[in-house]
């Protein structure tokens, strides 16, 4: 039996940034079932900082995160967090609904004519953008070098890693959480559900109520494009209905058909459909005639039902914290999304950059599911 302050279950980007910040003041383990940390979602992003992505909650974060990626505590990387790339949305037609809530939502983005989003993303189709809006602001995030930079900040302060170590059971006994796994019970008066699309597979272990959470598939195909020069300089480009998306990696372009098919918790593989339809989407966007992949691969993003991350207590379950249900948005929102977590679960004031963003806590806390 080992006891600890506070255990952390997933070693994905939020079980591990959460930690770190833990592991300053308590005596803290993480609980990881696969043999290394983030492989499931944590390892399988688009890598992009967008401000104007994701539901209010989810905006809050990321705009309060912006200092610390370009910014990062000495120590933390040696290389930069960020990379500026700029962002194109283009509304098609039949799109203007969803141009204005683009737009209510949206800070900093600047309209262009054709002409100027052509210049940045040469195979755009003529005709195809109604208007098209550029976002400045956002970039490529190095997703390895950040979760990296948290589990060794969170090993320099005392925190142990545990790996291989799938939860079995968990029991709540005299005010402790004892968490059963075939490498021993492990106990702590604090869990912290930081399990992703495993979240209410955990509460079940744990006996208490799930949220109604759902894991979705994202598929993304690589396509090279010969013939093109300056493709690791073009923008992300998407429609604003988000029905595909195109991002430069490595001289080649990932395209998706953005799809967030329902599936149970599982190791995420490219649907060769969804593939499909995203190829489809982008040649009709673009001038491009594509005519093979170069690969592909499949992550899982998990949701709320509201879409909103679930963070804090369980209004019925001692000591059994939730953080889960960030979305396709828990990387570019990590720092102020961890910082706030950990300040919940000590009970310590809220971040001031989170306060500045106006978050409304009632957006995320569990008590939201509970009637």
């Known amino acids: 039996m080992k006891n600890y302050d506070i255990i952390v279950i997933g070693a994905g980007i939020a079980g591990a940034s959460i930690a770190a910040h833990l592991a300053d003041s ?13 492989y499931h979602t944590t390892g399988r992003s688009a890598a992009t900082y967008e401000p104007n992505y994701g539901p209010p909650p989810m905006l809050a974060f990321t705009r309060a995160s912006a200092r610390f990626f370009n910014e990062p505590p000495a120590g933390f990387a040696d290389a930069p967090l960020l990379t500026p790339r700029d962002s194109l949305f283009f509304m098609a037609r039949g799109q203007e609904k969803k141009t204005e809530e683009l737009l209510a939502f949206s800070t900093g983005l600047a309209e262009i004519s054709e002409k100027a989003a052509r210049e940045s993303f040469p195979i755009l189709r003529p005709g195809y953008a109604k208007r098209t809006f ?30 291989s170590t799938e ?14 796994s075939p490498q021993g019970l492990f106990v702590a008066p604090v869990v912290v559900n930081a399990s992703g699309a495993w979240g209410d597979v955990i509460a079940k272990l744990s006996g208490v109520k799930p949220v109604g959470l759902q894991p979705k598939r994202r598929s993304i ?3 090279p494009l010969p ?40 190791d995420a593989y490219a649907d060769d459909l969804a593939i499909a339809l995203g190829i489809e989407r982008f040649k009709a966007a673009t001038t491009v005639e594509v005519e093979h992949l170069d690969h592909s691969w499949g992550g899982l993003r998990t949701f709320a039902p509201d879409g909103s991350p679930v963070i804090g207590f ?47 806590l009632s957006h995320i806390t569990p008590h939201r599911f509970r009637n």
């Not at 005596?27 to 983030?38: F, N, T």
């Not at 979305?327 to 989170?354: C, F, N, R, W």
């Open 26 to 38: 308590r005596k803290v383990a993480i609980l990881e079932m696969e043999d290394r940390p983030g």
């Open 134 to 163: 550029l976002d400045p602001h956002t970039g490529d995030m190095d997703v390895d070098l950040l979760h990296r930079g948290y589990l060794r900040m969170f090993k320099a302060r005392g925190g142990e890693v545990i790996l």
């Open 167 to 180: 939860v079995k059971g968990l029991l709540h006994r005299n005010g402790q959480w004892q968490v059963a």
């Open 221 to 223: 195909g690589i396509i």
């Open 227 to 266: 013939g093109h020069d300056g493709i690791a300089d073009w923008p992300l480009a998407t429609d604003v209905g988000e029905t595909w998306y195109s991002k430069p990696q490595g001289g080649k372009l990932m395209v998706s058909s953005a799809d967030t098919t329902p599936v149970d918790p599982h």
């Open 314 to 360: 369980d209004p019925e379950a001692e000591g059994f914290f939730w953080l889960v249900g960030q979305g396709g948005y828990g990387i570019q929102s990590a720092p102020a999304l961890s910082e706030t977590a950990a300040a919940l679960l000590l009970g310590h004031p809220l971040p001031d950059k989170v306060v500045a963003q106006a978050l409304d």
